[in-house]
């Protein structure tokens, strides 16, 4: 038989068996055995040595055509397989838009981030600045700024974690005080800041103290500022966490950077100042530190105190998140138990 009508037969068989193929990987198999190297086709090509120089170009001319025909009708078989594979696959994959989507469960903010977030908003309403201080200070802003020099026994309260020798992690937000007073340009008006944040102490971790607890320090310097002011502030401070019909009294204290200084008690939200186990039978809680700033502090800054002064206050979160959900355990805020935190889910 000649070459090219073997070629023909061959494309005739090819062709049927392409049609009735169900699979791309049956178009493939069909590719392989015709086209491959070992192919039908090919291994006629290669008879090709055989053949007289002058009819060589007519049966290449041929073998070109059924390769070039063979190769085709694979590639649009193979493109109609592919397309009825993709749309019998869309087909049992249909989606319905219409089905309410899966709830994605929404995060809250810690309840300490909460409690902060709450005072936070409390004095911005009143016209203060917040500023943010460095957990890593200075051991001459920590101590000696807020009126503690070297060897005063009453750094002894605030031992803490030195990194260098001068330097520590702070051990309360009052550095902040002096940080803020040494930037304030009075001539454009009062300072009125508060400065949340973290604060570290070499205390040993109970029920009512952390090593790693939140303060929130608030000073208040401008010509005229009183205790009232003090005790109205924080009078406010106290109503708006625990709620409207809450008093608070004074009670003398020491703290090196105001004098006079004062610890200030909420009457007990639990029993009206009656005396339960919240209160210890006292009918008042114990929320902060506070007083009017001591002339030094205001001095060291380059503020004169003849003209100025005012008041500064330090309060622990932890404490009256503590006092206000009567959690009995501070160490409960720094678990990361969500069976816990999750019960503080912030209202709207
Ligand atoms: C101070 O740290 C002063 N700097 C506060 C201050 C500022 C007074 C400005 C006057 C003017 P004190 O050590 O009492 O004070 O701490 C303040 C508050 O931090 C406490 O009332 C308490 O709520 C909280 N606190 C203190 N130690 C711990 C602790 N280990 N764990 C949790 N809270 C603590």
Redesign the pocket.
């Known amino acids: 038989m000649e070459i090219t009508e073997q070629l023909a037969l061959i494309l005739e068989k090819a062709v049927s068996e392409a049609n009735q193929a169900e699979s791309v990987k049956e178009i493939e198999a069909i590719r392989v055995s015709y086209l491959g190297k070992k192919g039908e086709i090919t291994s006629v090509l290669k008879g090709m040595k055989d053949v007289s120089p002058q009819e060589r170009p007519i049966i290449g001319k041929k073998a070109n055509e059924v390769r070039d025909e063979l190769t085709a009708v694979l590639q649009r078989k193979k493109a109609r397989l592919e397309k009825e594979a993709l749309d019998l696959k869309l087909e049992s994959e249909t989606i319905d838009v219409t089905l309410p989507g899966r709830q994605v469960s929404k995060g809250q903010s810690h309840v300490l981030t909460q409690i902060m977030e709450e005072i936070e908003d409390l004095f911005l309403g009143m016209g203060y600045q917040i500023i943010e201080g460095s957990e890593v200070e200075s051991d001459y802003y920590n101590f000696e700024r ?1 009126n503690l020099p070297q060897n005063h026994p009453a750094r002894d ?2 031992d803490t974690f030195y990194i260098t020798s001068d330097v520590l992690l702070r ?4 550095p902040i ?1 002096a940080r803020t007073l040494e930037n304030h340009d009075f001539s454009k008006g009062p300072l009125k800041m508060i400065s949340p944040g973290k ?1 570290y ?1 070499r ?1 040993t971790d109970d029920a ?4 790693q ?3 929130i ?3 208040v310097i401008d010509e005229n500022i009183t205790m009232a002011d003090l005790k109205g502030t924080l009078e406010l401070l106290a109503r708006k966490m625990f709620g409207e019909d809450r008093e608070i009294r004074l009670r003398p204290s020491y ?1 090196p ?2 004098e006079p ?1 004062v ?1 200030v008690d909420v009457s007990c939200f639990k029993c009206g100042g009656q005396g339960c186990n919240v209160c210890k039978k006292t009918g008042w809680i ?6 009017m700033t001591h002339p030094n502090v205001l001095e060291m800054s380059g503020v004169d105190s003849s003209k100025y002064g005012g008041f ?5 979160p ?3 998140a503590m006092l206000k959900y009567g959690v009995d355990d ?1 160490r409960n805020f720094y678990l990361n138990d969500q069976r816990f935190l999750k019960q503080f889910k912030r209202k709207g």
Not at 171 to 174: G, L, P, Q, V
Not at 208 to 211: G, I, K, R, V
């Open positions: 807020v309260m605030q051990t309360h937000t009052s005080q604060v102490r205390d009512t103290h952390s090593h607890f939140h303060q320090e608030g000073m703290f950077f105001t200084s610890e114990e929320i902060l530190g506070a007083g500064a206050f330090g309060l622990g932890d404490r009256i501070i």
